[in-house]
T-cell receptor
């Protein structure tokens, strides 16, 4: 079945690392995504990882994927106040019959204290 | 390249009315998906259009419908509005299905308030 779960809230100090966790249930997911949403705005794509990868790094962002445990994490190094937002984990299914459909977690509110 | 654009950005309607929202995808993108975001239900998939055909549909009542034009622009319509339809409606576009080219890019959303 399709289900994505995330912790609801994370608070960190400016300059520290943030780690946002996500678990998913559909083992056939091909791509897993992280999106960021600031107040009153749409979703900004941060990064994605293909399911046959373990890790992907993009500047301050590191994505780790443990396919066995169906666990995905997003690490933000040197977290800044501008990183305060809601972070959504999402999975997509591989079958063309499904077309494009993202299944989202509930979102993690990241609060960065200066 | 310009991003995904959605119009209008804000809308106030009353119960029983209908509403049409518009989405222009990124140039060259042929797939357009619609999502509803509410505090209670989070982000939920409404439907997806590809080459003017609805390819996938979420679990929403028939009051929610959409279409896609030959230039890939899409509209969604909600008839007989209910208070619970108040939400942020997000449109996303992607190049194709399959592989990384299915990565979806979102517009800023249309915030609908039903009174």
């Amino acid at each position: 079945g399709e289900d994505v779960e995330q912790s609801l809230f994370l608070s960190v100090r400016e300059g520290d690392s943030s780690v946002i966790n996500c678990t998913y249930t559909d083992s056939s997911s091909t791509y897993l995504y992280w999106y960021k949403q600031e107040p009153g705005a749409g979703l900004q794509l941060l990064t994605y990882i293909f399911s046959n990868m373990d890790m992907k790094q993009d500047q301050r962002l590191t994505v780790l994927l443990n396919k066995k445990d169906k666990h995905l994490s997003l690490r933000i190094a040197d977290t800044q106040t501008g990183d305060s937002a809601i972070y959504f984990c999402a999975e997509t299914l591989p079958n063309m019959e499904y077309g494009n459909k993202l299944v989202f977690g509930a979102g993690t509110i990241l609060r960065v204290k200066s | 390249k310009a991003g995904v654009t959605q119009t209008p950005r804000y809308l106030i309607k009353t119960r029983g009315q209908q509403v049409t929202l518009s989405c222009s995808p990124i140039s060259g993108h042929r797939s357009v998906s619609w999502y509803q975001q509410t505090p209670g239900q989070g982000l939920q998939f409404l439907f997806e259009y590809f080459s003017e055909t609805q390819r996938n549909k979420g679990n929403f009542p028939g009051r929610f419908s959409g279409r896609q034009f030959s230039n890939s622009r899409s509209e969604m319509n909600v008839s007989t509005l209910e208070l619970g339809d108040s939400a942020l409606y997000l449109c996303a576009s992607s190049q194709l299905a399959g592989g990384a080219k299915e990565t979806q890019y979102f517009g800023p959303g249309t915030r609908l308030l039903v009174l």
